[in-house]
T-cell receptor, first 116, second 111 residues
Framework: DTGVSQDPRHKITKRGQNVTFRCDPI?????LYWYRQTLGQGPEFLTY????????KSRLLSDRFSAERPKGSFSTLEIQRTEQGDSAMYLC??????????????FGPGTRLTVL | AQRVTQPEKLLSVFKGAPVELKCNYS??????LFWYVQYSRQRLQLLLR??SRESIKGFTADLNKGETSFHLKKPFAQEEDSAMYYC?????????????FGQGTRLTINP
């Protein structure tokens, strides 16, 4: 499968624990996005990387959240001191930007986080 | 404010009947609109985008800037069209584009 992959697919944790998710974009895609989706809602933008640079962060991304994309390949999203309100599906998307291209975002299967 | 509204959470039609999923947006910039679809147990995938002006799987959508709408239509629904449909607005950020999604409409096609 050459699509966007995410690991783990499911994570159950206790309140106050730290969790880390990984996203592997489509090979050679230079842009990577993180979204969060809660029950009954559409995905909401969290942050965006152009290669290894994090260029945009949503106000939804509190200081307990940190994202990295070392070397411009895979990305990690870490949540420290998890709260029950962090329970959601975390989606990763990647796109290939080229001059004159369409920059379509391709989504991964998501990581479902449950905070007890 | 950037907002996408899909007024119907659920929509149920019979096979062969026309389908229209409504989407309205609010955006001060030049809008770029998308429809994404999520079939059961599959990932979110792009169905169509307004700048392409193409028909995918028999679906079409026309951007109406006067009414700030981007409704998705299909003249004859098929059972395999049953899925979750999200309308999304592309908003410019730092040279790229983030997607602002509506809450989605679950479409069920009855045999």
């Amino acid at each position: 499968d050459t699509g966007v992959s995410q690991d783990p697919r499911h994570k159950i944790t206790k309140r106050g624990q730290n969790v880390t998710f990984r996203c592997d974009p489509i090979s050679e895609h230079n842009r990577l996005y993180w979204y969060r989706q809660t029950l009954g809602q559409g995905p909401e933008f969290l942050t965006y990387f152009q290669n290894e640079a994090q260029l945009e962060k949503s106000r939804l991304l509190s200081d307990r959240f940190s994202a990295e994309r070392p070397k411009g390949s895979f990305s990690t999203l870490e949540i420290q001191r998890t709260e029950q309100g962090d329970s959601a599906m975390y989606l990763c998307a990647s796109s290939l930007w080229t001059s004159g291209g369409t920059d379509t975002q391709y989504f991964g299967p998501g990581t479902r986080l449950t905070v007890l | 404010a950037q907002r996408v509204t899909q007024p119907e959470k659920l929509l149920s039609v019979f096979k062969g009947a026309p389908v229209e999923l409504k989407c309205n947006y609010s955006y001060s910039g030049s809008p770029e609109l998308f429809w994404y679809v999520q079939y059961s147990r599959q990932r979110l995938q792009l169905l169509l985008r307004h700048i392409s002006r193409e028909s995918i799987k028999g679906f079409t959508a026309d951007l109406n800037k006067g009414e700030t709408s981007f409704h998705l239509k299909k003249p004859f629904a098929q059972e395999e069209d049953s899925a979750m449909y999200y309308c999304a607005l592309g908003v410019r950020i730092q040279g790229a584009q983030k997607l602002v999604f509506g809450q989605g409409t679950r479409l069920t096609i009855n045999p």
